[in-house]
């Protein structure tokens, strides 16, 4: 049986995209940061200074120091699920991480993964920049999912990054049906049966992103 979440949002997409985390954190931020983290302490997401703000994902991680790569600090890690790329999406990180900043008082690591294509008049840059009448800068990461090279995340399957294999650019010659059975089989073959079910859940909401039939991803997809 699928787990719920205890807050459900409106958007399917950025609900599926949380169980991942929620069931294979290490996997979420390795695909999100590029870290292996030995220890990671998952936070609440909520932010409450006089108005709430929830974030998707909140975590503490360590990494190696800047200065002493020998030597591990805490970061904290925070990622977006974002359907689409959106104009507005730098104000929003930058509002998101100030908030963290202001709850934590720790380095702050920021991601959007943006799940599916979607031509904008700008594409987010990484960043908000004000320069005038003060210099304000946030800086964050900008992950789309359809650009990364899917057999290469095939190859090294895992329960946290499997869900977004379907999204990712599909092997050459591959239909976008075709590419969701290939990652299907192999969450078959590699996967232990017991977590298959939120596995194949999260991917059966996500492929909804690129392919249209819903019957055609029910057949593919085991129950």
Request: aromatic share 8%; charged share 25%; hydrophobic share 40%.
């Amino acid at each position: 049986m699928r787990k719920k979440l205890s807050n459900e949002l409106p958007d399917p997409f950025d609900n599926a995209a949380k169980i991942v985390f929620q069931n294979r954190p290490p996997d979420v931020i390795k695909i999100a940061t590029g870290y292996e983290s030995p220890i990671i302490q998952p936070l609440r997401t909520k932010l409450a200074i006089r108005r709430k703000r929830e974030v998707d994902v909140l975590a503490k991680i360590k990494i190696p120091s800047a200065r002493n790569p020998k030597r591990l600090i805490w970061v904290l890690v925070h990622i977006e699920f974002q359907t689409e790329p959106t104009l507005i999406m730098p104000y929003r990180m930058a509002e998101y991480i100030a908030r963290v900043l202001r709850v934590y008082q720790l380095p702050v690591l920021s991601v959007v993964i943006y799940l599916r294509e979607k031509k904008i008049r700008k594409p987010d840059p990484g960043f908000f920049q004000q320069t005038y009448p003060t210099r304000f800068l946030a800086e964050y990461k900008v992950i789309r999912l359809w650009e990364l090279d899917g057999q290469s995340y095939l190859d090294n399957p895992t329960p946290g990054n499997l869900p977004f294999i379907p999204l990712m650019k599909p092997a050459e010659g591959d239909s976008r049906e075709a590419w969701l059975e290939r990652c299907v089989e192999v969450g078959q073959e590699r996967i232990p049966p017991e977590q298959r079910a939120d596995l194949f859940y999260s991917m059966n909401v996500l492929s909804g992103l690129i392919i249209k039939n819903q019957q055609t991803i029910d057949l593919i997809i085991p129950e």
